[in-house]
């Protein structure tokens, strides 16, 4: 509760994750809550016209909002959403709580939440198992030679194909969040040797979900070893172009590269480069630098690369996973209690 009125949770996100039918599954989870249900979205061509404005130092036009939109937004105490206008606090200056309909964030530096006193929170976790089963399908895809077997199979050529174990391999897992770990998990059958790289580590640190843990400072040394790289870390400025020429160049001949993070961390020139050189045996992307990828990039092109459009998370099970998450956290708001995948305002990443 909130003095003599009751606690209002806001939806704002829409397509296939959530629609109207959202406010009957929440409000069961939240009874007393009052929920509301009022769509928002922007273009991708709305979101970079503003990373374009902001970049440059201009200002910014006061946005658009439907009555019901700011009605509800007025007494919103908790938002969930994919989309936010850039003045959300304008509009919601009762907001404690932005909780995010994915992992990543970065689309929501605009609004100026920390300095409002809005907690911002990710849905880290809930994608997880799809998408390690993505990594996972991805993999036998390349060490089975499924491309060159379909290929036969449309030229009707009965034709041995000599196809890889995965057995064996080292993995290296570059970053031990939900998705890494949840990766690293499903791999254990597989017989394969697990390498973990964390941000910090101590010294004598063992892990659970992988047979040795390195700090990022040893990120290279790893790259080394690894017959396979999977990228699950969250982007910041630091990350940007983390993967260069230097550190393609750094990993084991025809290794294998996976990025399923996010499209910033990758020098996509230089990854092309590694292909088409084969320094690289294929690599792995649900993301790109800019999304939806232009016809014309040259990355479409590159040899043995498995490309996919942002779409590793299977939906069938996340709306409810992501309700429920985000019902345990205006409970928590409601409560006093602490917020589950807290984002550090300063460090861009949950704590």
Same mark, same amino acid.
């Given at each position: 509760?909130?003095?003599?009125?009751?606690?209002?949770?806001?939806?704002?996100?829409?397509?296939?994750?959530?629609?109207?039918?959202?406010?009957?599954?929440?409000?069961?989870?939240?009874?007393?809550?009052?929920?509301?249900?009022?769509?928002?979205?922007?273009?991708? +061509?709305?979101?970079?016209?503003?990373?374009?404005?902001?970049?440059?130092?201009?200002?910014?036009?006061?946005?658009?909002?439907?009555?019901?939109?700011?009605?509800?937004?007025?007494?919103?105490?908790?938002?969930?959403?994919?989309?936010? @206008?850039?003045?959300?606090?304008?509009?919601?200056?009762?907001?404690?709580?932005?909780?995010?309909?994915?992992?990543?964030?970065?689309?929501?530096?605009?609004?100026?939440?920390?300095?409002?006193?809005?907690?911002?929170?990710?849905?880290?976790?809930?994608?997880?198992?799809?998408?390690?089963?993505?990594?996972?399908?991805?993999?036998?895809?390349?060490?089975?030679?499924?491309?060159?077997?379909?290929?036969?199979?449309?030229?009707?050529? !009965?034709?041995?194909?000599?196809?890889?174990?995965?057995?064996?391999?080292?993995?290296?897992? $570059?970053?031990?969040?939900?998705?890494?770990?949840? &990766?690293?998990?499903?791999?254990?059958?597989?017989?394969?040797?697990?390498?973990?790289?964390?941000?910090?580590?101590?010294?004598?640190?063992?892990?659970?979900?992988?047979?040795?843990?390195?700090?990022?400072?040893?990120?290279?040394?790893?790259?080394?070893?690894?017959?396979? $790289?999977?990228?699950?870390? @969250?982007?910041?400025?630091?990350?940007?172009? !983390?993967?260069?020429?230097?550190?393609?160049?750094?990993?084991? @001949?025809?290794?294998?590269?996976?990025?399923?993070?996010?499209?910033?961390?990758?020098?996509?020139?230089?990854?092309?480069?590694?292909?088409?050189?084969?320094?690289?045996?294929?690599?792995?992307?649900?993301?790109?630098?800019?999304?939806?990828?232009?016809?014309?990039?040259?990355? !479409?092109?590159?040899?043995?690369?498995?490309?996919?459009?942002?779409?590793?998370?299977?939906?069938?099970?996340?709306?409810?996973?992501?309700?429920?998450?985000?019902?345990?956290?205006? &409970?928590?708001?409601? +409560?006093?209690?602490?917020?589950?995948?807290?984002?550090?305002?300063?460090?861009?990443?949950?704590?």
């Amino acid at each position: 509760m909130s003095g003599d009125r009751p606690l209002t949770a806001a939806v704002l996100a829409v397509g296939n994750l959530v629609g109207a039918d959202v406010v009957a599954d929440l409000g069961a989870l939240l009874p007393g809550v009052d929920v509301r249900w009022s769509p928002y979205t922007e273009t991708i +061509e709305q979101r970079v016209e503003r990373r374009r404005l902001r970049r440059a130092g201009r200002p910014l036009e006061r946005t658009e909002l439907s009555d019901a939109l700011r009605e509800t937004l007025l007494a919103a105490d908790a938002v969930l959403a994919f989309d936010v @206008p850039w003045d959300l606090t304008v509009f919601a200056p009762r907001l404690r709580l932005l909780q995010a309909v994915g992992a990543g964030v970065e689309q929501y530096d605009h609004a100026g939440l920390a300095a409002h006193g809005v907690t911002l929170c990710n849905a880290a976790g809930i994608a997880a198992p799809s998408m390690a089963e993505y990594v996972i399908g991805r993999l036998l895809e390349v060490y089975k030679g499924s491309r060159a077997v379909e290929q036969l199979q449309r030229d009707r050529r !009965w034709k041995r194909h000599e196809t890889r174990e995965l057995a064996g391999a080292t993995v290296a897992i $570059v970053g031990l969040g939900a998705i890494g770990r949840a &990766t690293a998990q499903r791999l254990r059958g597989w017989e394969v040797t697990l390498l973990g790289v964390r941000r910090r580590v101590d010294p004598a640190a063992t892990d659970p979900d992988v047979d040795e843990v390195f700090a990022v400072e040893d990120l290279d040394l790893v790259l080394g070893r690894a017959d396979v $790289v999977v990228l699950t870390v @969250p982007a910041t400025e630091a990350t940007n172009r !983390w993967f260069d020429a230097d550190r393609f160049a750094a990993m084991k @001949p025809g290794a294998v590269f996976c990025n399923v993070s996010r499209g910033s961390m990758v020098d996509e020139e230089a990854l092309r480069t590694a292909l088409e050189g084969g320094r690289l045996g294929a690599a792995i992307l649900d993301v790109t630098r800019v999304e939806p990828l232009p016809a014309e990039d040259p990355l !479409w092109g590159a040899p043995n690369l498995y490309l996919t459009p942002h779409s590793s998370t299977s939906v069938d099970r996340y709306a409810p996973r992501l309700l429920r998450l985000y019902a345990d956290n205006v &409970t928590r708001l409601a +409560e006093g209690r602490p917020l589950r995948n807290r984002i550090d305002p300063e460090l861009g990443y949950r704590v």
